[in-house]
């Protein structure tokens, strides 16, 4: 029996949506999904979720400071911190102090980080390749663009 997606009313006025047809709901859901074909494989390299973000961010526009780096991310700046602390223990990050400004630092992969991602990328493409095969390339590309449109949007409406 297919559920009514329509706004119930409630005695007191308010409106909600089915929990299934929830804009936020619907989206922890995807990527919950989507991350428990990536877990065993962070797991298995003793890589955190947020870690594996920071370092990808990092290989796709090299060096950044760092709240630019946890804007991009998408890692809240104390989170930030520890992790950069344990991934430059792990010798995958180099952290460079701003020769002026003590407080500003630039952030990189370093050769091992970079070593690291090239030796785990094709475990990743592997996963992407099979979300594909289940999903299909053209759906997750119009899922993509918009979501992209769909941040893009609310980031502007943010800022007016």
Not at 31 to 39: D, N, P, S, Y
Not at 40 to 58: F, G, I, K, Y
Not at 107 to 125: H, I, K, Y
Request: aromatic share 4%.
């Amino acid at each position: 029996m297919p559920q009514d997606s329509a706004p119930r009313q409630r005695p007191d006025g308010f409106e909600l949506n089915a929990p299934r047809r929830s804009l936020p709901i619907a989206l922890l859901r995807a990527r919950e999904l989507v991350m428990e074909r990536f877990r065993p494989m962070l797991n298995a390299h003793d890589v955190t979720e947020q870690q594996w973000r920071v370092l990808r961010v990092l290989r796709e526009s090299g060096p950044l400071d760092a709240s630019m780096l946890a804007e991009r991310a998408c890692v809240l700046a104390p989170s930030l911190t520890r992790m950069l602390r344990a991934l430059e223990t792990r010798g995958l990050i180099e952290i460079r102090r701003d020769g002026e400004d003590r407080r500003r630092a630039s952030v990189g992969l370093s050769e091992a980080g970079t070593a690291f991602l090239r030796d785990v990328s094709p475990q990743s493409a592997e996963i992407y390749a099979k979300l594909e095969a289940e999903i299909g390339a053209e759906r997750i590309t119009r899922l993509l663009d918009e979501l992209e449109a769909f941040v893009a949007a609310l980031e502007h409406d943010d800022r007016a």
